[in-house]
């Protein structure tokens, strides 16, 4: 079954930055687009940012665009988050979620596997 | 930006009962009805139940039935289970940014 383990969350103080890390397994990882998705504390879910299958195109949210940056390393199986300037409403559980559809030229955008979730506290 | 809204905000019922949940696009998701349906307990993940629209997931129980189109869709669970009291979320995938309803909360009456 498909595996996905986010990791590199913690208490950060505003203006901060942070890596975010998702080790993916048991599933062709290189074949499939990839998001980050987040939670803040007792909120809904908010999509932030995708990349395509081969790691060459990505897609932000406008409310993240040019502070966050998504990244995969395909030969490693890992999706990434860089996030700088971290403000206080960046408080969130991060979750890595996998895109459906094989192959795909563009993300589908919807999720049919997610991680546990890492908690990113914005505060100091 | 595509305003997902969700209705009621949450729902008491008793396992066995059918209910519905209501979930409405502020704009047509287009061709496809590219809506996704979620499941998510308390300190947990999101799990997939529905997407475009009406088709179930891998998994998951005929019970669940996802319907509609353009802006209006609903989630239906026919004879609710123990393990279906949760919150239920939709999402819409048909433009970015790819947004989601507030949830609805199924608790146990």
């Known amino acids: 079954e498909v595996q996905l383990l986010e990791s590199g969350g913690g208490l950060v103080q505003p203006g901060g930055s942070l890596r975010l890390s998702c080790a993916a397994s048991d599933f062709t990882f290189k074949a499939f687009a990839m998001s980050w998705v987040r939670q803040a504390p007792g909120r809904g879910l908010e999509w932030v940012a995708a990349v395509s299958a081969t790691g060459n195109t990505v897609y932000y949210a406008d409310s993240v665009k040019g502070r966050f940056t998504i990244s995969r390393d395909n030969s490693k199986n890992f999706l990434n988050l860089e996030i700088n300037s971290l403000r206080a409403e960046d408080t969130a559980v991060y979750y890595c979620?996998?895109?459906?559809?094989?192959?795909?030229?563009?993300?589908?955008?919807?999720?049919?596997?997610w991680g546990p979730g890492t908690l990113v506290t914005v505060s100091s | 930006e595509i305003v997902v809204t969700q209705s009621p905000g949450t729902l008491s019922v008793s396992p066995g009962e059918r209910v519905s949940l209501s979930c409405r696009a502020s704009q047509s998701v287009s061709s496809g009805n590219l809506v996704a349906w979620y499941q998510q307990k308390r300190g947990l993940a999101p799990r997939l139940l529905i997407y475009g629209a009406s088709s179930r997931a891998t998994g998951i129980p005929d019970r669940f039935r996802g319907s509609g189109s353009g802006t209006n869709f609903t989630l239906t669970i026919s004879r609710l289970e123990p393990e279906d009291f949760a919150v239920y979320y939709c999402q819409q995938y048909a433009s970015s940014p790819y947004t989601f309803g507030q949830g609805t909360k199924l608790e146990i009456k």
């Open positions: 979620a996998k895109d459906p559809i094989r192959y795909s030229y563009h993300p589908t955008y919807y999720f049919d596997y």
